[in-house]
Nanobody, 126 residues
Framework: HVQLVESGGGSVQAGGSLKLSCVVNGYRYRRYWMGWFRQAPGLEREGVASIASDGTTNYADSVKGRFTISRGNAGTKTVLYLQIDNLRPEDTAMYTC???????????????????WGQGTQVTVS
């Protein structure tokens, strides 16, 4: 059973940076897509960045140049990261990581493409 646990959110001033993390528990296969999504109050959930197990990345046009998705390991666990630079007030949202296993190809930014979801971490920019 796959569980995703995010951390790293917080309140920051515009122009600052944050690095979000998402630890994957319970998954040991090598083929997957992972993505970061965000949802602000009153708005639909938006895919901002995704990465496949082969390293292929995909970014929403609105975040290119400021957001960087990457992955690493913490012991035997996979960790997904999202580096956010030059934060803007419009970046304020709940950020959630998502995963789909046993897939290949360019990782999509559509919510319906993902199976497993974390609880989210709040980012507030003032």
């Amino acid at each position: 059973h796959v569980q995703l646990v995010e951390s790293g959110g917080g309140s920051v001033q515009a122009g600052g940076s944050l690095k979000l993390s998402c630890v994957v528990n319970g998954y040991r296969y090598r083929r997957y897509w992972m993505g970061w999504f965000r949802q602000a109050p009153g708005l639909e959930r938006e895919g901002v960045a995704s990465i496949a197990s082969d390293g292929t990345t995909n970014y929403a046009d609105s975040v290119k140049g400021r957001f960087t998705i990457s992955r690493g390991n913490a012991g035997t666990k996979t960790v997904l990261y999202l580096q956010i630079d030059n934060l803007r007030p419009e970046d304020t949202a709940m950020y959630t990581c998502a995963m789909r296993t046993l897939v290949s190809g360019t990782p999509p930014l559509t919510s319906s493409s993902y199976t497993f979801w974390g609880q989210g971490t709040q980012v507030t920019v003032s």
